[in-house]
């Protein structure tokens, strides 16, 4: 029974620690602080559970297609646009909700 109570307590704290990454990129992103949303997105994908998450691939879309958008940022970055495209394809492959955030962002 503890060991059930355990791995429940566990699951739903890194569920927690995942939806608060995913949030913490939308701020960035909202507050146009390209570079912390980059790095943030990059630290979250690293973590192998959210390999198969389309929501931070879609998040990492959408940081990497405002970074190449960014004069500033597109020569620090030069092949923003081509990493956004590469997720976006990863984005397809893992999302289950029909392309719903492609549509409501008129992408």
Not at 2 to 19: E, I, N, Q
Not at 26 to 40: F, H
């Amino acid at each position: 029974m503890k060991r059930m109570l355990l791995s429940l307590v566990l699951a739903v704290v890194c569920t927690g620690l995942f939806a608060q990454s995913v949030d913490k990129v939308k701020e960035l992103l909202k507050a146009n602080k390209l570079a912390e949303a980059k790095d943030e997105i990059d630290k979250t994908l690293l973590i192998d559970k959210n390999q198969k998450n389309a929501d931070a691939w879609y998040y990492k879309v959408k940081v990497y297609n405002a970074i190449a958008a960014n004069d500033q940022l597109k020569t620090q970055y030069p092949d923003a646009l081509l990493q956004s495209l590469a997720a976006l394809k990863t984005y397809v492959q893992y999302d289950d909700k029909k392309f719903a955030l492609l549509i409501l962002d008129s992408y």
